[in-house]
């Protein structure tokens, strides 16, 4: 079996790591470059990198941050904000990114994942799912950093992607985003059961028990957090150790 891997989320704002709660009210987190190398020293698995307003704002993704990464981190790491083509996939990737992540050009053209997959190998792509759980109980995915409602079910969507050649479904749940209560892990255990390729939880991260949870409950093949990570909340190497204590397999 596979070991469960923890990452850490960079959320990038002009060019500054920032963490927000259900994606507003942002707050300063550090250099990104920086942060990235000391969880590379500290045992994460892999890193995410996200250009939150690339989407938004119509700009393309931080090649020039990507490289300063690259040169500096030792680990995996995916970035994902504002790519919309294959153009911006290659120069990406070119820079030092091991895997992208597409969330709204996905959904706009979904056409996109398959010509990344075919391109660069389904490995290379993560599709990533904002969705927010409604009052009506649908799970319903959002666009440009959670500000633009879809008509798309996040089961629904992410069973396509994975059939266009997502390689990773990347799940953020609106919901539980910095709140620190725990991850989805009913919407996540479910998106297990329908899916054959690996699933990252994301949204929620406030305890090791959430960790060890979404785990084991979400049947999550991975765990992403930010805040808890980035304000020294949780050390990694301790978060580590009491997930293998829990008989989870991780790397120590």
Not at 55 to 71: D, M, N, P, Q
Not at 122 to 146: F, H, K, M, S
Not at 224 to 247: C, M, Q, R, W
Request: overall charge negative.
């Amino acid at each position: 079996m596979l070991a469960k891997r923890i990452i850490p989320c960079l959320d990038v704002k002009d060019g500054k790591t920032v963490k927000g709660v259900q994606f507003v009210n942002f707050r300063d987190a550090g250099d990104p470059v920086e942060l990235g190398k000391q969880y590379s020293q500290m045992g994460a698995d892999e890193l995410v990198y996200l250009d939150i307003t690339a989407s938004h704002e119509g700009r393309h993704t931080f090649t020039e941050l990507v490289k300063r990464i690259a040169a500096e981190v030792n680990i995996p790491f995916t970035v994902g904000g504002g790519i919309s083509e294959l153009a911006d996939v290659e120069r990406l990737l070119s820079a030092g990114a091991d895997k992208v992540s597409v969330n709204s050009a996905a959904v706009r053209h979904p056409e996109l994942i398959s010509e990344i997959a075919s391109r660069f190998g389904c490995q290379e792509c993560v599709v990533a799912i904002d969705a927010r759980l409604e009052e009506d109980g649908t799970w319903r995915c959002y666009l440009n950093g959670g500000r633009i409602p879809t008509s798309h079910n996040l089961f629904d969507w992410a069973y396509e992607a994975q059939e266009r050649g997502a390689g990773e479904i990347l799940f953020t749940s609106m919901n539980h985003d910095g709140e620190k209560k725990g991850f989805a892990n009913e919407a996540l255990s479910r998106l297990h059961d329908l899916l054959s390729i690996p699933v990252i939880a994301s949204g929620g991260a406030g305890t090791m028990e959430h960790f060890r949870d979404a785990f084991t409950i979400g049947h999550a093949d991975a765990a992403l957090a930010a805040s808890v990570f980035h304000f020294g909340e949780i050390p990694l190497s301790d978060l580590k150790t009491y997930l293998s204590n829990e008989k989870i397999n991780i790397r120590i």
